[in-house]
């Protein structure tokens, strides 16, 4: 009995719901169906007429780009005939006449240099200033200070200081020269020939090298037992001279010199 109730009620219900269904459903199709579509016409005369302005503003936009264009050539050859008229065309400039080495002044004597030093040999011919005497010396930078061959040496006072007197030879000669000079020192040497320590007399004497003139200190000595007459120490050569070892000579003494001494190398 309830089934049958059961079977009855949902027949019911499914006629309701498929009612409801075609009334929604007719609802719907006559809202889409019964409007009213609109005229294209109108539109596509606007489509079309924006198109043909969209051409003419292609082909007035070429006309000005190449118009643009024309006027930038002109301005542009413009610019290059006035380069063309004003500029000058590149020369190369004169070569330079050439420079000649001047001559050397053998008048007034030579000595290369090297830095602002002097380049010595290790014998050179030393001018003596004074006695007027060209001696060759040794140069040693083993000697601690120059020296010079002196005989007679007497040691006196003048004017409270203490001089000296001594000779020096004429080289060539047997004769001599008498200086007398204020001691600068006096200086102690010990010889490996000789057994205690040597005191010697230093005294200052201005010379020449070449074209390069100085005054130092000098030892007095006796040097006849030795080749040269006049040793340049390291007192000379510090910051004035360097010595190109192995050659002799390398210097020049002015002509003047050289004339009135017959010994000069």
Same mark, same amino acid.
């Given at each position: 009995?309830?089934?049958?109730?059961?079977?009855?009620?949902?027949?019911?219900?499914?006629?309701?719901?498929?009612?409801?269904?075609?009334?929604?459903?007719?609802?719907?199709?006559?809202?889409?169906?019964?409007?009213?579509?609109?005229?294209?016409?109108?539109?596509?005369t606007s489509v079309q007429t924006q198109r043909a302005?969209?051409?003419?503003?292609?082909?007035?936009?070429?006309?000005?780009?190449?118009?643009?264009?024309?006027?930038?050539e002109v301005a542009t050859q413009k610019v290059l005939d006035a380069i063309a008229t004003q %500029?000058?065309?590149?020369?190369?400039?004169?070569?330079?006449? /050439?420079? @000649?080495?001047?001559?050397?002044?053998?008048?007034?004597?030579r000595a290369d240099r090297l830095k602002g030093k002097v380049i010595v040999g290790e014998v050179e011919n030393f001018y003596l200033a004074g006695p007027g005497l060209i001696y060759k010396a040794r140069i040693d930078s083993g000697a601690e200070t120059s020296s010079i061959d002196a005989r007679n040496i007497t040691r006196f006072e003048r004017d409270g200081s203490n001089w000296v007197r001594f000779d020096v030879p004429v080289p060539g000669t047997k004769d001599f020269v008498t200086l007398e000079k204020e001691i600068s020192r006096r200086v102690?040497?010990?010889?490996?020939?000789?057994?205690?320590?040597?005191?010697?007399?230093? %005294?200052?004497?201005?010379?020449?090298?070449?074209?390069?003139? /100085?005054? @130092?200190?000098?030892?007095?000595?006796?040097?006849?037992?030795?080749?040269?007459?006049?040793?340049?120490?390291?007192?000379?050569l510090r910051d004035v001279m360097l010595i190109d070892v192995g050659k002799e000579y390398v210097t020049e003494l002015p002509d003047s010199i050289r004339t009135d001494n017959d010994n000069g190398k």
């Open positions: 009995m309830r089934s049958k109730q059961l079977r009855a009620g949902l027949s019911t219900l499914s006629v309701v719901v498929l009612a409801g269904t075609a009334l929604l459903t007719g609802c719907s199709a006559d809202r889409y169906f019964m409007v009213p579509k609109s005229d294209l016409g109108d539109l596509n302005t969209l051409v003419t503003m292609e082909n007035n936009a070429t006309i000005r780009h190449d118009k643009i264009l024309e006027q930038n %500029v000058a065309k590149p020369s190369c400039p004169p070569i330079p006449a /050439q420079k @000649a080495c001047p001559a050397t002044d053998r008048s007034k004597g102690k040497v010990i010889q490996a020939s000789a057994d205690g320590a040597e005191r010697r007399v230093v %005294v200052e004497l201005q010379f020449s090298i070449g074209d390069h003139q /100085q005054v @130092a200190e000098f030892t007095l000595s006796d040097r006849s037992n030795l080749t040269y007459q006049a040793l340049i120490g390291r007192n000379v």
